[in-house]
């Protein structure tokens, strides 16, 4: 099984865009499918990493109407790694602006990685908007999660690690983050992009569970590593601008939504314990463990999961009962 046999097949935009919306930012955004079909919004992970064509083939262009964007600094949006007038509020402002713009009442929220996290608050803040939610590669920014990822990884991905650590010297490697948060706020290219590459590569080489050198490579281009580098380790520093704990305590607010949760087994970057502890919050909710996936949402079970959740709530409105196809 293939990325390709289990996709949707390719489509193009039926429109794009972009939104201002501060004197600062403005947004890059597309929509695809079928007018008229069930709205659904794509909310990409990082933060910083951006959306692509890939991004629209989890969805059956027949049946739905999707809008998708790259957030505040992220992909086509302006500027580039921009982390001021950048936090979880103002974002899920956005995605109200772009709700408005697309002019639906509600839609399925559909997010990996940070967004799933990005999607959790959202939802909670406007349960009222939404259909459902579909989210893979759990992500709920407690301080274990982030401490496993500055540090934990080294004991599945030890040489990616050592590269990542080694761009600092040893004396501040005992708090990366602030290390590399120092680096990634200069103003000096010579400082910033080369932190911004090394961060962007330690991701992009732990992500699947079969390690793809073409994928860190590809993390590792100055167009995705300073969104990547500057805006995960901004979000990371404020703890992406959430209490502690806060999105379990807020499953009450949505616990009456359908949601799917996908995740890899041997997930490295979001450990799959968070999916099970978001599962357990949600009395309802569909969990699919991949069990031979990493966190990748091009890995081809996690792929293949994500679209019978789209197909499914489709078809039923819902995540129960056997799968759609």
């Given at each position: 099984m293939t990325l390709d046999d289990v996709l949707h097949p390719p489509t193009d935009p039926l429109?794009?865009?972009?939104?201002?919306?501060?004197?600062?930012?403005?947004?890059?955004?597309?929509?695809?499918g079928t007018p008229g079909g069930i709205p659904a919004?794509?909310?990409?992970?990082?933060?910083?990493?951006?959306?692509?064509?890939?991004?629209?083939?989890?969805?059956?262009?027949?049946?739905?109407?999707?809008?998708?964007?790259?957030?505040?600094?992220?992909?086509?949006?302006?500027?580039?790694?921009?982390?001021?007038?950048?936090?979880?509020?103002?974002?899920?402002?956005?995605?109200?602006?772009?709700?408005?713009?697309?002019?639906?009442?509600?839609?399925?929220?559909?997010?990996?990685?940070?967004?799933?996290?990005?999607s959790l608050a959202y939802a909670q803040a406007h349960p009222e908007r939404c259909l459902g939610l579909v989210l893979r590669g759990i992500w709920l920014v407690s301080e274990e999660e982030i401490d496993w990822w500055l540090y934990g990884v080294r004991n599945f991905f030890p040489r990616?690690?050592?590269?990542?650590?080694?761009?600092?010297?040893?004396?501040?490697?005992?708090?990366?983050?602030?290390a590399y948060q120092r680096?990634?706020?200069?103003?000096?290219?010579?400082?910033?992009?080369?932190?911004?590459?090394?961060?962007?590569?330690?991701?992009g080489s732990c992500l699947h569970l079969r390690p793809s050198a073409t994928t860190a490579d590809a993390f590792t281009a100055d167009a995705v590593a300073l969104g990547i580098g500057r805006l995960e380790a901004h979000y990371f520093q404020h703890r992406a601008f959430l209490r502690p704990g806060q999105l379990l305590d807020g499953m009450a607010r949505i616990r009456h939504l359908p949601g799917f949760i996908v995740h890899g087994r041997y997930d490295v970057i979001c450990p799959v314990r968070?999916?099970?502890?978001?599962?357990?919050?949600?009395p309802g909710s569909q969990l699919r463990?991949?069990?031979?996936?990493?966190?990748?949402?091009?890995?081809?079970?996690?792929?293949?999961a994500l679209v019978d959740a789209t197909d499914r709530f489709a078809r039923d409105g819902h995540f129960e009962g056997p799968p759609a196809r």
């Open positions: 429109a794009c865009g972009t939104l201002p919306v501060s004197p600062l930012h403005t947004l890059y955004w597309e929509t695809c919004v794509f909310v990409h992970g990082g933060p910083g990493a951006g959306i692509s064509p890939t991004s629209r083939r989890y969805f059956d262009p027949a049946r739905y109407h999707v809008m998708l964007f790259d957030q505040r600094g992220a992909g086509r949006s302006t500027p580039l790694g921009e982390t001021r007038e950048n936090t979880t509020d103002l974002l899920i402002a956005d995605m109200e602006r772009l709700r408005q713009q697309m002019g639906v009442e509600r839609w399925l929220v559909f997010g990996g990685s940070w967004g799933s996290t990005l990616e690690w050592e590269a990542f650590a080694g761009q600092v010297p040893p004396e501040e490697r005992s708090d990366l983050l602030a680096r990634l706020t200069s103003d000096d290219p010579a400082v910033y992009a080369p932190a911004a590459r090394a961060w962007s590569r330690y991701e968070y999916a099970h502890a978001l599962a357990d919050a949600w463990v991949i069990e031979d996936a990493g966190h990748s949402s091009y890995e081809p079970g996690i792929a293949a």
